[in-house]
Nanobody, 127 residues
């Protein structure tokens, strides 16, 4: 199992970015996939998830601005982020996982060892 995130970068407030998560070793359409993030000085939080049946979950603060999707042919999961705010500045992780309590650095480190979490892609929103 291997996940590689890309698409991060610097953008002005109000701008958009699309993050990609290229997966190998398994099929994204037969596993739940999630995005999570860690902002500077803040705790880890779930951003969005897409389940096997295609249903989606979004954190309340992002549901009107972010869209999670997947492409089975490319075996890739995406996070389209619109109307970005400074508070969206964070390291964004892709994961073979579902939102649940107890998200912390030790959990992520253990999941990264198994390949179920990627290394993250940085998003910076500033003028």
């Amino acid at each position: 199992v291997h996940l590689v995130e890309s698409g991060g970068g610097s953008v002005q407030p109000g701008g958009s970015l699309r993050l990609s998560c290229a997966a190998s070793g398994f099929t994204v359409t037969t596993h739940p996939m999630s995005w999570a993030r860690q902002a500077p000085g803040k705790g880890l939080e779930w951003v969005a998830a897409i389940y096997i049946n295609g249903s989606t979950y979004y954190s309340d603060s992002m549901k009107d601005r972010f869209t999670i999707s997947r492409d089975g042919a490319l075996n890739t999961v995406y996070l389209q982020m619109n109307n970005l705010e400074r508070e969206d500045t964070a390291l964004y992780y892709c994961a073979v996982d579902v939102p649940h309590p107890g998200l912390g650095p030790n959990y992520i480190a253990s999941m990264q060892l198994n390949g179920f979490w990627g290394q993250g892609t940085q998003v910076t929103v500033s003028l």
